[in-house]
């Protein structure tokens, strides 16, 4: 099987701007969950999707938000960038069957804000 | 509220020796836990999970509800065993699968 994969894989953009990232999953996964890292803070949670319902919330602020598609693939998107958006954003997917929430991560996008 | 905790940001030891990454978590109900590892250049990958209570190359982790501790451990240490470590927790809320991640820990491990 394909692995997670996110597009693209490096982006940069100014303040003011927003973003849209990409995430397709692993084929039959219908959990996506996105996932911000930065050196201060780590690795922090920002939202699931599930059968294209946002099922649980991180504490982030609303410019972030996201969305699945009827295939599974997530997007997430940033607007009104700051520079303290800068990070690598993580997807993973999971089939969230029975007894296995196993995440697999994608490779990331590391987005820098100018 | 759901927290991990990894004491040390960094743990060196030699090759052969011993290794434990110690884990804390706060969570008021049942938690499912899980260690990650990131080798260099590659994506975070599931290393083991506490309801499998399997051994992946050589490491074990036991789940201490006690002292809300589940920490990693192996007997011998390899170079290749060189990574980022992280502790994660599910905790299931609101139906979700939300993995909060403890801060990491750079092992490495000197010939």
């Known amino acids: 099987k394909a692995g997670v994969t996110q597009t693209p894989r490096y982006l940069i953009k100014t303040r003011g701007q927003q973003v849209t990232l990409s995430c397709s999953p692993i084929?039959?996964?219908?959990?996506v969950s996105w996932y911000q890292q930065t050196p201060g803070q780590g690795l922090q949670f920002l939202f699931e999707y599930f059968s294209e319902t946002q099922r649980n919330k991180g504490n982030f602020p609303g410019r972030f938000s996201g969305r699945q598609f009827s295939n599974s693939r997530s997007e997430m998107n940033v607007s009104t960038l700051e520079l303290g958006d800068s990070a690598l954003y993580l997807c993973?997917?999971?089939?969230?069957?029975?007894?296995?929430?196993?995440?697999?991560f994608g490779p990331g996008t590391r987005l820098t804000v100018l | 509220a759901q927290r991990v905790t990894q004491p040390e940001k960094l743990l060196s030891v030699f090759k052969g020796a011993p290794v434990e990454l110690k884990c804390n978590y706060s969570?008021?109900?049942?938690?499912?836990l899980f260690w990650y590892v990131q080798y260099s250049r590659q994506r975070l990958q599931l290393l083991l999970r506490?309801?499998s209570r399997e051994s992946i190359k050589g490491f074990t982790a036991d789940l201490n509800k006690g002292e809300t501790s589940f920490h990693l451990k192996k007997p011998f240490a390899q170079e290749e065993d060189s990574a980022m470590y992280y502790c994660?927790?599910?905790?299931?809320?609101?139906?979700?699968?939300?993995?909060?991640f403890g801060g990491g820990t750079r092992l490495m491990v000197k010939p």
């Open positions: 994660a927790l599910s905790g299931y809320n609101n139906a979700g699968n939300m993995l909060t």
């Open positions: 084929s039959g996964h219908r959990s």
């Open positions: 506490h309801i």
């Open positions: 993973a997917s999971s089939s969230r069957t029975s007894g296995n929430n196993e995440q697999f």
């Open positions: 969570y008021s109900g049942s938690p499912e």
